[in-house]
């Protein structure tokens, strides 16, 4: 396993965790390996999040990349999906998002991207690591004319915001919808976006002062958007993550419609329209086994990728697939971008709705989800990867997941981002999902909590808590 790179970049708590050093590194080593062999220079699109780290961050990565004679494009604070968008309008060679995603605001991560506006390589991703880790001194430093430049992209925001609306051409005069911006790049986006195509916008949590992205809102906490799009007449509510990758809904009931109905609804109507690729979408093995009922009656092929929207990507790509995602809010419309856009999500489900003449509660009906629980057990990070070889948990799980039979199925894996061990149990039996997920809950705090090393009294007596 990386030892620098997880599921999704470098990722630690700002500043002591994921240095400016550490971030410097980055920088050099991302334009080293992902030069173009043109003459021309090499280009690097950097954008970043509303965390409070993400400037001094960003200025450390900006040093690193003209360190070694390359140009940053600065597009300040948007969306990750802008990063892609401006790779391929402005031709550049590689892109970092500096962000956390959907973590609290301590959190920070460099999200890195090639050429096409794809997540990196696993061959690319270990030339870095190497040079960052091992071998930092062999990077030959720029001097003289030969620095690099930053390129000010100061209306980066805007020509994304073009961008979408030229994609999704639609009318949604009428319409009444809330957005939870999360207090993080949707911020300055969605209210415009949507406002543009006509809709009547509330916005939410769109106010980030550099601590709160993320704090009790958008995809981590849906409560106060459910609770206003129910009692404020609208007829949808979108919640988004930090860096507006994620989206997941809620009807004009106040109902959560999550990434598996949201899926089901996009491949039906993609799949009558004649745009879904194959028949096929690409799921995660976490997706709902309510989602695979749903496509085998309607004629779709589900492909299963690891958990992860890399895997997803992996898949379409391999298999020649145009829709993917997975239950955390991640939906990749390939043919339109390389990675997850949660507000091109949100207005594909208005354009929907708006063409079937049907309340998104309506449109969600179909799709019936089998019980699930899911929690998040905090371990120390010193247990990550070790805690799968302990023999009682590995049996624990094996006897559990048989006892659910052939209508359920129990799944523990390690967070790629987080050091957390990610507990889902789905079967007929609310009552006996819940039980399995307890237990497994309760052993795994009981030998791996997350713990301090300095503190002798947390190691004796675990944490009890479980973070949702």
């Given amino acids: 396993m990386a ?3 997880g599921t999704d970049g ?7 965790d994921l240095t400016c050093e550490l971030a410097m590194q980055t920088g050099r080593a991302v334009a080293v390996v992902l030069r173009n062999n043109t003459g021309k220079r090499t280009k690097i699109i950097v954008g970043k999040d509303t965390r409070i780290s993400s400037d001094p961050l960003e200025a450390a990565v900006l040093s690193g990349i003209c360190s070694v004679g390359a140009d940053p494009v600065l597009l300040g604070v948007v969306p990750v999906p802008a990063v892609p968008y401006m790779i391929a309008k402005c031709e550049a060679d590689a892109g970092i998002m500096i962000s956390g995603s959907h973590n609290s605001a301590e959190f920070n991560g460099l999200k890195v991207f ?3 506006g794809r997540k990196l390589s696993d061959d690319m991703e270990e030339k870095i690591e190497h040079l960052v880790l091992d071998d930092p ?8 004319d030969h620095v690099g430049r930053m390129i000010n992209a100061e209306n980066a925001a805007n020509e994304y915001i073009a961008h979408l609306q030229d994609m999704i051409k639609a009318d949604f ?14 911020s300055d986006t969605a209210g415009l976006l949507f406002a543009s195509l006509g809709a009547e916008v509330f916005t939410i949590a769109s106010d980030p002062d550099g601590t709160n992205i993320n704090k009790n809102c958008g995809t981590n906490d849906m409560s106060t958007l459910i609770k206003f799009t129910a009692e404020n007449g609208c007829d949808c509510g979108f919640a988004f993550d930090g860096d507006a990758d994620r989206c997941l809904a809620v009807d004009e009931n106040g109902q959560v419609i999550d990434s598996d109905r949201m899926l089901a609804i996009f491949a039906d109507y993609m799949k009558r329209m004649g745009t879904l690729r194959h028949d096929t979408a690409v799921v995660t093995i976490m997706a709902n086994m309510g989602l695979h ?3 085998e009656e309607h004629g779709i092929s589900l492909v299963t990728a690891g958990a992860g929207h890399r895997y997803v990507l992996e898949r379409m790509l391999e298999g020649g697939y145009n829709l993917g995602g997975e239950p955390s809010g991640h939906i990749i419309f390939l043919d339109d971008a390389p990675i997850g ?3 091109l999500a949100a207005a594909r489900l208005m354009k929907i709705m708006r063409s079937e003449g049907k309340k998104l509660s309506e449109l969600a009906a179909d799709m019936v989800k089998l019980p699930q629980i899911t929690e998040n057990v905090p371990i120390d990070p010193h247990f990550k990867e070790l805690w799968k070889n302990d023999r009682e948990v590995s049996e624990l799980i094996a006897e559990l997941n048989e006892g659910l039979g052939k209508d359920g199925r129990l799944i523990v894996r390690e967070s790629g981002t987080e050091p957390l061990i990610r507990i889902m ?3 007929t039996d609310p009552d006996m999902i819940r039980d399995i997920t307890q237990r497994i809950s309760e052993k795994l705090k009981e030998k791996f909590s997350d713990l301090s090393p300095s503190s002798e009294e947390k190691q004796e007596k675990p944490d009890e808590e479980s973070k949702f």
Avoid: W
């Fill in 10 to 16: 470098p990722r630690g708590i700002a500043v002591t």
């Fill in 293 to 295: 009922k749903y496509a």
């Fill in 114 to 116: 090639d050429s096409h």
């Fill in 425 to 427: 149990t789905e079967g």
């Fill in 137 to 144: 001194h062999s990077i030959k430093l720029a001097s003289h």
């Fill in 341 to 343: 856009d949660g507000q």
């Fill in 173 to 186: 005069d009428g319409m009444k919808i809330a957005v939870d911006c999360a207090n993080g790049c949707a």
């Fill in 3 to 5: 030892k620098l790179f």
